[in-house]
Protein backbone atom coordinates (compact mmCIF):
# COMPACT_ATOMS: atom_id res chain seq x y z
CA UNK A 1 0.00 0.00 0.00
CA UNK A 2 0.87 3.83 -0.72
CA UNK A 3 3.25 4.59 2.55
CA UNK A 4 4.95 7.70 3.35
CA UNK A 5 8.07 7.89 6.33
CA UNK A 6 9.21 11.43 7.29
CA UNK A 7 12.73 11.05 9.72
CA UNK A 8 15.61 13.45 10.55
CA UNK A 9 13.93 16.43 12.51
CA UNK A 10 15.09 17.57 15.63
CA UNK A 11 16.28 20.26 17.26
CA UNK A 12 18.53 23.19 15.49
CA UNK A 13 19.87 26.14 16.21
CA UNK A 14 19.17 29.87 14.17
CA UNK A 15 22.15 29.84 11.60
CA UNK A 16 22.28 25.87 11.17
CA UNK A 17 21.51 23.31 8.97
CA UNK A 18 18.81 20.54 9.15
CA UNK A 19 18.02 17.79 6.52
CA UNK A 20 14.57 16.18 6.53
CA UNK A 21 14.08 12.97 4.63
CA UNK A 22 10.67 10.96 3.42
CA UNK A 23 10.58 7.44 2.53
CA UNK A 24 7.52 6.39 -0.21
CA UNK A 25 7.18 3.16 -0.75
CA UNK A 26 4.25 1.61 -3.02
CA UNK A 27 4.46 4.16 -5.84
CA UNK A 28 6.98 5.73 -7.58
CA UNK A 29 8.31 8.99 -7.08
CA UNK A 30 8.03 10.17 -10.80
CA UNK A 31 4.34 9.46 -11.31
CA UNK A 32 3.00 11.62 -8.25
CA UNK A 33 4.30 15.40 -7.28
CA UNK A 34 5.09 15.03 -3.31
CA UNK A 35 4.65 17.97 -0.98
CA UNK A 36 6.45 18.94 2.12
CA UNK A 37 3.99 20.84 4.66
CA UNK A 38 4.16 22.23 8.61
CA UNK A 39 1.76 22.76 11.17
CA UNK A 40 2.70 24.12 14.45
CA UNK A 41 0.39 24.67 17.61
CA UNK A 42 -2.88 26.92 16.99
CA UNK A 43 -2.03 27.23 13.10
CA UNK A 44 -3.72 26.30 9.56
CA UNK A 45 -1.15 23.64 7.92
CA UNK A 46 1.19 25.33 6.02
CA UNK A 47 2.18 23.74 2.68
CA UNK A 48 6.00 24.99 2.42
CA UNK A 49 7.76 22.61 -0.51
CA UNK A 50 6.36 21.32 -3.80
CA UNK A 51 8.46 18.57 -6.68
CA UNK A 52 6.67 17.72 -9.39
CA UNK A 53 6.71 14.29 -10.49
CA UNK A 54 6.93 14.23 -14.27
CA UNK A 55 9.35 16.88 -14.35
CA UNK A 56 11.07 17.45 -10.99
CA UNK A 57 10.16 20.90 -10.95
CA UNK A 58 9.63 22.82 -7.19
CA UNK A 59 8.00 25.46 -5.85
CA UNK A 60 7.82 26.94 -2.61
CA UNK A 61 5.93 28.73 0.01
CA UNK A 62 6.71 32.59 0.16
CA UNK A 63 7.64 32.07 3.87
CA UNK A 64 10.41 29.90 3.39
CA UNK A 65 11.67 30.82 -0.27
CA UNK A 66 15.11 31.14 -0.53
CA UNK A 67 15.97 29.14 2.84
CA UNK A 68 14.50 25.66 2.37
CA UNK A 69 15.42 22.92 -1.20
CA UNK A 70 13.03 20.27 -1.63
CA UNK A 71 14.98 17.58 -3.75
CA UNK A 72 14.25 14.00 -4.62
CA UNK A 73 16.54 11.04 -5.62
CA UNK A 74 14.00 8.44 -7.80
CA UNK A 75 16.49 5.62 -7.11
CA UNK A 76 15.88 5.05 -3.88
CA UNK A 77 12.10 6.88 -3.50
CA UNK A 78 12.83 9.34 -1.16
CA UNK A 79 12.30 12.92 -1.01
CA UNK A 80 14.30 15.32 1.20
CA UNK A 81 13.91 19.23 2.63
CA UNK A 82 16.58 20.82 3.68
CA UNK A 83 16.29 23.62 5.91
CA UNK A 84 19.74 25.72 5.34
CA UNK A 85 18.56 29.30 7.15
CA UNK A 86 16.03 27.75 10.29
CA UNK A 87 14.15 30.46 12.08
CA UNK A 88 12.35 30.26 14.98
CA UNK A 89 9.02 30.34 13.25
CA UNK A 90 9.94 27.14 11.11
CA UNK A 91 9.38 25.22 14.08
CA UNK A 92 6.20 22.71 13.65
CA UNK A 93 5.56 19.35 12.56
CA UNK A 94 6.59 18.47 8.88
CA UNK A 95 4.99 16.21 7.10
CA UNK A 96 5.55 15.05 4.02
CA UNK A 97 2.14 13.76 1.29
CA UNK A 98 1.58 12.50 -1.63
CA UNK A 99 -0.10 14.79 -4.49
CA UNK A 100 -2.73 14.07 -6.37
CA UNK A 101 -1.50 14.50 -9.76
CA UNK A 102 1.99 14.54 -11.78
CA UNK A 103 2.50 18.45 -11.58
CA UNK A 104 2.50 20.61 -8.36
CA UNK A 105 -1.06 21.98 -8.23
CA UNK A 106 -1.85 25.59 -6.77
CA UNK A 107 1.21 27.23 -8.34
CA UNK A 108 1.76 30.49 -8.80
CA UNK A 109 4.77 31.24 -11.12
CA UNK A 110 7.53 30.01 -8.39
CA UNK A 111 4.89 29.88 -5.77
CA UNK A 112 2.83 27.09 -3.96
CA UNK A 113 0.25 27.55 -1.62
CA UNK A 114 -0.58 24.16 -1.36
CA UNK A 115 -3.07 23.21 1.42
CA UNK A 116 -3.23 19.28 0.90
CA UNK A 117 -6.72 19.70 1.70
CA UNK A 118 -7.47 16.57 -0.85
CA UNK A 119 -4.59 14.89 -0.31
CA UNK A 120 -4.97 11.02 0.97
CA UNK A 121 -1.19 9.74 2.16
CA UNK A 122 0.31 11.60 4.87
CA UNK A 123 3.38 10.56 6.95
CA UNK A 124 3.30 10.91 10.87
CA UNK A 125 5.57 13.73 10.96
CA UNK A 126 8.70 14.77 12.54
CA UNK A 127 9.46 17.28 14.91
CA UNK A 128 11.36 19.97 14.04
CA UNK A 129 13.05 23.04 17.19
CA UNK A 130 14.37 25.66 15.84
CA UNK A 131 15.59 27.61 19.31
CA UNK A 132 18.88 29.38 20.43
Known amino acids: QMQLAESEGGSVQPGGRLRLSCAASGFPLDQYAMGWYRQAPGKEREGVACISGNDGLTYYADSVKGRFTISRDTSKNTVSLVIYNPLPEDTAIYYC?????????????????????????WGQGTQVTVSS
Open 97 to 121: SKENFPMCTETYGVTWRGTGARNGV
